[in-house]
Structures are given as structure tokens and as C-alpha cells.
Nanobody, 119 residues
Framework: QVQLVESGGGVVQAGGSLRLSCTAS??????????MGWYRQAPGKERMQVAG???????NYADAVKGRFTISRDNAKNTVYLQMNNLKPEDTAVYYC???????????WGQGTQVTVSS
């Protein structure tokens, strides 16, 4: 059973930073072969992708976080990160990591980690 476990969420003041981690375990196919993404879901809103990273390390970001968030990966640790800087109250949400489509373990999601940004 493949598992993704997120960590690093918490409460931070506006302008602050957090780094989220997502570690894969449980027989995941070569982690390096998977494109990974970070999503978030705020109360009353649909889940949206905020960042993605391909197996080759190419990244993309939602406009709302471009220039403030950075996604990276460490294949030796089966871990993907989301560095979040200059956080804003509108970044408050539950953040999830997931394996992106057209890669071996597509459809695998983590349980989510809460990020709360106070003004």
C-alpha cells in the first residue's frame, strides 16, 4: 500500500514562511519516476493545484503562488517539499501532496496538513 505523509503545516503570521514535506513509503514505484504535486483546499473552495514537479525536475506554479512558493524533490529520501515564503492569509488551507497523472503511482494522495496564516 503506497502512502504519502505530509508534515510541516502550522500557524504562521502573514509574511512568514513554512516548509512542507511529503514522504512516500509502502512500495511506491521508483519515486523518481513520479511527477509530484502540491494541492490546497480552503474552506468552501475547490481543491486546486499550487505546484508541480516532473520526474526531470521541471516545475510549474499557480499564478497565486508564483514567486513565493518553491517545489523541490529529494529522490534519495522519497520526499517532495514545498517552501512557502511571504505567506498571506489567503494561503490558509489544507495542503495535500499527490502523484500527478501519467506517472506510475497516479492517484495517490496524502492525508493533508493544515496551514493557517494569521493577519
Amino acid at each position: 500500500q503506497v502512502q504519502l505523509v505530509e508534515s510541516g503545516g502550522g500557524v504562521v503570521q502573514a509574511g512568514g514562511s513554512l516548509r512542507l514535506s511529503c514522504t512516500a513509503s509502502g512500495g511506491i514505484a521508483s519515486f523518481a519516476a513520479n511527477a509530484m504535486g502540491w494541492y490546497r483546499q480552503a474552506p468552501g473552495k475547490e481543491r486546486m493545484q499550487v505546484a508541480g514537479i516532473t520526474s526531470s525536475g521541471r516545475t510549474n506554479y499557480a499564478d497565486a503562488v508564483k514567486g513565493r512558493f518553491t517545489i523541490s524533490r529529494d529522490n534519495a529520501k522519497n520526499t517532495v517539499y514545498l517552501q512557502m515564503n511571504n505567506l498571506k492569509p489567503e494561503d490558509t488551507a489544507v495542503y495535500y501532496c499527490a502523484v500527478l497523472p501519467e506517472t506510475p503511482n497516479f492517484g495517490t494522495w496524502g492525508q493533508g496538513t493544515q496551514v493557517t496564516v494569521s493577519s
